[in-house]
């Protein structure tokens, strides 16, 4: 009897050795494959951001466009004319023109030099997160494409523009706005280039800080709901928040009349943490 009971005690543990042993393969096999899903789509969408980049043409005159001369009386084919193309009745930019012909959701183009942060940016002010998931071609896509706030107005444009991008564990998109958690990044990183299809611009970093979106949390900075500064004194209150965040001296400010650009990630120091880099047009 006692063997026979020895047997089935033994019997069962090696039945639940087994179970285990499956189920453990099977989550192994299940994570592997779920990673390997996720890093495919995120080559994908740098796959696509560099196919698109390569539409991006240089300012070429010809006949067909037309020109603006941003300096005295700049030439056509001068560094200081800039040159545009007509798309269904609207000026755009003729180097933009191409994608913007292919996605009429295109904005602009973001670039932060000496960064990998280099997409195109989308606006759909009617359905502000349409592009929260999908990619240039409106397919699906787990890195989604950077875009604007519906509250913002590039055309006008707003004393600031919000532009909101996912943290990629991969490090794509607006994962290397993290490093600015460190003076000496900010320090060689102090550009940035948010051209729209309406024309050029150049910013310069003023602050960048951790924040969140708790909307129960009253205290909180709310840097996402400043678009419009009523008065001087609205607009020198949300640079004043931004600086005082930002845990190193920013020499550069910003004052009532500049034009702002905030770019906005998640960050994981906090629940519903954020990200948050705000710069001032300096061109």
Known sequence: MKDKNKKKKKSKYEGLLNFLLVFFVLVFLGSGGYLGYYYYNIHKSEKLSSDLEEMVEDDQYSDEEFYYATAGDAKPGSSAAVMFKEVDGKMILSKYAALYEKNKDLIG???????????????????????????FNKEYSTSGTLFVSKYSDVIKPSDNVVIYGHNMKAGTMFHALLNYSDEEYYKEHKTVIFNTVFGNAEYE??????????????????????????????????????????????????????KLITLSTC????????????AKRVK
């Open 109 to 135: 183009w973001l670039y932060i030099p000496g960064t990998n942060i280099n997409y195109p940016v989308m606006h759909t002010p009617e359905d502000e997160e349409f592009y929260l998931r999908r990619d």
């Open 205 to 258: 970093v003023i602050a960048a800080f951790r924040s969140n979106i708790k909307e129960i949390d009253d205290t909180s900075f709310k840097y996402y709901q400043f678009y419009d500064a009523a008065s001087a004194e609205e607009f020198d209150d949300y640079v004043s928040n931004c600086k005082a965040l930002t845990p190193y001296e920013i020499p550069i400010s910003a004052s009532y009349g500049d």
């Open 267 to 278: 960050s994981y120091h906090t629940e519903e943490g954020r990200y948050v880099v705000v």
